[in-house]
């Protein structure tokens, strides 16, 4: 008797396996070597106009406000955006205190607000900020979309803040950020990875950060060895991955994966 695993499934999870051993492996061990690879890493526009408006920044005693977006830790989907986007705001603000600039974040979630709160304090600390220097996280509302935009809205019309960073899980109400932004500071960089906000991306200018961008805009702002390592092991994945689809290609083109690819579907029930 055999014991049908229906498609892909055990392939899939055995290639899983694989890919996550490697994304947790290669990096261990190039950091443990001491020498991560060296990475050919495009230029990201938008992250280098990012450091020369800081600079400006610090330059006419203004304010940075950051947010890492309207997602949560539990919610489906969003996670891996909120993460980032907390991972873009403390290496932005780390930046923005190591040149003397206040910064501001607005969060939408509380358990995001204590990790924001956090995360600037770490970062004022390693910057070597004086004690001073404004450091805030506010929490404008809990889960509401539009509460938030409105509160995030209030906070862009402050007159002494003139930089905008809006990086993480964004939807629609992107758009009321973007135009309120675009009247109100003199700079601002937006990503998002989210179906719903990207669209918008484009019309705040030629500097954004778009779906994948967003999660490797931490290792560009703070390029350390782990992170490095981090990066060349996905560049690895994907030529892993592209390697097993060429063959799988030519696999059906030959018309004989059936017989190669039997084992790994079928298996005799105990």
Do not use: C
């Not at 050919?40 to 330059?59: C, F, K, M, P």
């Not at 932005?92 to 607005?106: H, M, N």
């Not at 924001?116 to 220097?133: F, S």
């Amino acid at each position: 008797m055999r014991l049908n695993f229906g498609g892909a499934t055990l392939p899939a999870l055995l290639l899983l396996m694989l890919l996550v051993g490697m994304l947790l492996g290669l990096p261990l061990l190039w950091v443990r070597r001491g020498r991560p690879p060296t990475l050919l890493r495009r230029s990201l526009r938008a992250l280098d106009a990012l450091r020369a408006a800081l600079h400006h920044t610090a330059e006419m005693g203004e304010t940075l406000h950051i947010s890492p977006g309207i997602g949560t830790f539990v919610q489906g989907g969003r996670a891996a955006e909120t993460l980032a986007g907390l991972e873009v705001a403390s290496s932005v603000a780390e930046e923005a205190f190591s040149l003397g600039v206040p910064a501001i974040a607005s969060t939408n979630d509380a358990l995001v607000h204590i990790a924001a709160h956090q995360l600037l304090e770490r970062a004022k600390e390693r910057a070597g900020a004086p004690a001073e220097l404004e450091a805030r996280a506010l929490w404008l509302a809990q889960q509401e979309r539009m509460a938030y935009a409105a509160g995030a809205l209030d906070l862009l019309s402050r007159p002494d803040v003139q930089a905008n960073v809006l990086v993480g899980a964004f939807d629609e109400e992107l758009l009321l950020l973007l135009d309120a932004g675009a009247r109100e500071v003199r700079y601002q960089l937006l990503g998002a990875a989210a179906p719903a906000g990207v669209p918008f991306l484009p019309v705040s200018g030629e500097e954004f950060l778009l779906g994948e961008e967003i999660f490797v805009a931490g290792a560009y702002l703070r390029p350390r060895p782990g992170r490095l390592a981090g990066l060349a092991a996905q560049d690895v994945i994907r030529l892993v991955l592209l390697g097993l689809i060429v063959v799988g290609v030519v696999l059906v083109s030959l018309g004989g994966p059936g017989r190669l690819l039997q084992p790994l579907f079928w298996m005799p029930a105990p």
